[in-house]
């Protein structure tokens, strides 16, 4: 059974930083286009991010230029480097696979807050 499991949120002031981490079971990452999601109080969850398996990446308007995806596939791990944060981005973080997609994991709060 595939499993992702978020972690590295936390709360942080407007401007500051976040790296999230996703690391997956059950699967290897290697061959499939990765995402990172988010959810706010709400709102739809809706996409961030995607990699590609060759590291090709798209963003969200909304995050284009302030957030980057990345991935480790030997440690089986996609990673949103989070810098100038609004409190907008505040939120519920996932990961999943857009393609191929499996049950949600916990996700990880983001709070951009001062």
């Known amino acids: 059974q595939v499993q992702l499991v978020e972690s590295g949120g936390g709360l942080v002031q407007p401007g500051g930083s976040l790296r999230l981490s996703c690391e997956a079971s059950g699967r290897t990452i290697s061959v499939y286009v990765m995402g990172w999601y988010r959810q706010a109080p709400g709102k739809q969850r809706e996409s961030v991010a995607r990699i590609t398996s060759r590291g090709s990446t798209t963003y969200a308007d909304s995050v284009k230029g302030r957030f980057t995806i990345s991935r480790d596939n030997a440690k089986n791990t996609v990673y949103l480097q989070m810098n100038s944060l609004k409190p907008e981005d505040t939120a519920v973080y996932y990961c999943?696979?857009?393609?191929?997609?499996?049950?949600w994991g916990q996700g990880t709060q983001v709070t951009v807050s001062s």
């Open positions: 999943n696979f857009p393609n191929s997609p499996t049950p």
